[in-house]
């Protein structure tokens, strides 16, 4: 081999490190957006019978048959630059929100299990059958601040969306001591019926709207295992696993309530 054939064989070496080091580059861009963007979704609601996120993101494999089962063109895939999870399914209840169907298409057609069909069904006879109210997408939450409701202005809006009328959503008569003649009738979102549809958020009549939905785990606190409601025997299963140390200690508690009392209260003179 001459001199010159090694020169172009150089050449064409640091031309190919180059060009591979560039696409190296443009692959850990690329990548490294990847990676942001799945960490970067704590607001985005699923469709039903979705797993919680984490193991969610482990399961589904993105093949968008979900999407293409819905019949309502809810659901879409997340696309870069969204600052979602790639490819993942979700839906902006705002824009098009979940109707709840009957069947479940987007649930049946999961070949993963990353959307549960057993979340959504209920058992009778031995065997499962669809419920779609047991679908917890997220909950409802409402802007006591911008709801016109709030405000005194007549508005049901949501309250009539809402599919499980008067168990998801109520009206709550609350008097006016502005009028003093007028009633306030104010929604009020129960937790634990509330399906996270969306549907209510849709049909607000706010420019923003007044109510919308959360994923569950950042709308809802968490008690935790040092309160119980003594007078629900279902909450006992809360802390069946909690150990003896649920009471929460303070200097008062280690006092009689009457020897306290006696401490602190002021005596008339």
Known sequence: MSDDSKKITRKQFLAQSVKAL???TVAGIGWGSFVYELKAAPFILRPPGALKE????????????????????????AVPGE?????????????????????????????????????????VDGALQWDVNRTRIGVAVVDTENCIAYWGIQCDACYRACPLLDKAIT???????RTGKHAFLKPFVHKDVCTGCGLC???CVTEKA??????????????????????????????KN????????????????????????PVDE
């Open 22 to 24: 560039g696409m190296a």
């Open 54 to 77: 984490k193991d969610f993101l482990s399961q589904c494999i993105k093949c968008g048959l979900c999407v293409e089962a819905c019949p309502y063109d809810t659901l879409r895939l």
């Open 83 to 123: 600052n979602k999870p790639l490819g993942t399914p979700y839906f902006t209840p705002r824009q098009t929100p979940c109707y709840l169907c009957e069947d479940i298409p987007c649930v049946a057609s999961c070949p993963t299990g990353s959307l549960d069909k057993k979340s959504v069904s209920k058992e």
């Open 171 to 177: 009206l709550e008569m609350d008097h006016n001591e």
């Open 201 to 203: 958020e849709h049909a």
């Open 210 to 239: 007044s109510i919308y939905v959360l994923p569950r785990s950042i709308a809802l606190g968490r008690v935790g295992t040092n309160y119980i409601k003594g007078w629900d025997k279902r909450d006992e299963e809360r802390i």
């Open 242 to 265: 909690a150990g003896d140390n649920v009471r929460t200690q303070t200097e008062r508690s280690k006092k009689k309530p009457v020897d306290y009392l006696n401490d602190e209260l």
